[in-house]
């Protein structure tokens, strides 16, 4: 029998909880800034939510946990990515009816894939994810980017770049996938299998081949830019300055063909060129889609634009740029209970500063003085609060101050005031000179 986890999977242990707590913390209040609202869809959907048609993609050929239970004619799907699912639930709850179209959506939460796991490829993984629909303005692809760069940036990555490109409009794509069959027709054999598949369902994604890449016959082959409308041409152009408009650096990379086939116009990938980042560099990823909307029977001009950002890749990428996401928390209080007849006081008091808000722990161990002074340490509590048998029968306990190295008896019930002024006196600065000083949890 094995009891670990299964492969390509993790624990998050809550040594490491903090970096999340910290990255849902900045999502909640990037999308707050940016007015864009939470939706939650189900962990799986039905197969046909994510398999639509003759996709080409390798995550829907390849790499769905798809099941059926017994007795059941109705198969089930682990969602492998966010958009399907919204964009299922924005039909199904007439969201397209809404009076405040586009609505702009972001989720946040695992996708399974069956990958072969790597460094920044995993089996469940986390993203968090925008979508805006039901609206189609180059302004808005600009928007999404621009709120994902900025999240990256307030993260305090440096080494991203944002790669960017245009499929065109139907017609573009139609003009295109013809070009590139013509093109391809001659060396098709001699290629992977996969490519093989998506000559027959998209020859686009052959361009995004990681095998055949090298290839003089992928290098040689036609350009989007070639077979683009003028209108697609002109929509292009206006996501490109309005990136300029707010400074966001980019890249034109024509080769950018991305892993879905419901992607139109804007595609773009943000990487990260950071030497640490290996093999598994895109951070953030996706594109305009238009006609999904209508494949789950809503309108036919509900137009969309998103992107997804893996978070364990994030957290790879802070790594390898030496951002600290965790900084050490400390206890406000630790009470020590110096004796078996006194818990019952020890448990009021821990509790009686937890309602008052310092955030504390106590002993239920039955511990020696000093196990429990060693937590003091270990938990950087500022303030122990020593409850002895002697003292309770005289109704106080002793306050003693880590930070200072001195002590006070408090009577029971001015335990909270005694709390109140150290913490107030480390607000106004605790003498210590520097003006950076952190030794106060209170400071901030
Ligand atoms: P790749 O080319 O790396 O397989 P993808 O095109 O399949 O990526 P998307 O479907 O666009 O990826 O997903 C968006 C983001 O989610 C990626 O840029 C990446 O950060 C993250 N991601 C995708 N697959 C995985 C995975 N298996 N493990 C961890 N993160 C992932
Ligand atoms: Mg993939």
Known sequence: MNYQVPRGT??????????WHRLEELIRQFTHLYNYDEIRTPIFEHTNVFKRGNDSSDMVNKEMYTFQLENSSTSLTLRPEGTAGVARAFVEHKMFGSPDLPAKLYYVGPQCRHERPQKGRMRIFNQFGVEVIGA???????ETIALGWSFVSALG??????????LGDDASRAAYRQALKEHFQHDIDTMCVDCKRRYEQNPLRILDCKVDKEKEVMRSAP???????????????????????LGIPYEVDDRLVRG?????????EVVSI???????????????????VEYFGGPANMSGIGWAMGLERLLIACEAEGIVLDEEEHLDAYVLCLSDRVKKEALQIVTELRANGYRSDTDYLGRSFKAQFKTV???????????????????????????????????LNNIIEGMDAIFAADEEGCGCGNENCTCGHHHE
């Open 136 to 142: 189609k303005s180059p302004l808005l692809d600009v």
């Open 260 to 268: 879905l086939d419901y992607y139109t116009h804007t595609v773009f």
């Open 274 to 292: 950071n030497k640490e980042m290996g093999a598994q560099s895109t951070v953030f990823a996706g594109g305009r889609y238009d006609g999904l």
């Open 223 to 245: 350009k989007m830019e070639d077979y683009l409308t003028e209108e697609s041409k002109v929509y292009f152009k206006e996501v490109l300055e309005g990136l300029d408009a």
């Open 377 to 411: 340490e270990r938990k950087h509590a500022r303030i122990a609060v020593l409850v002895g048998e002697k003292d309770i029968e005289q109704g106080v306990v002793t306050l003693k101050d880590t930070k200072h190295q001195t002590q006070q008896t408090v009577a």
């Open 10 to 19: 993790q624990d998050i242990l809550p040594k490491d909880i903090r970096k």
């Open 157 to 166: 990555l440096q080494d991203m770049k944002v790669l960017i490109n245009t």
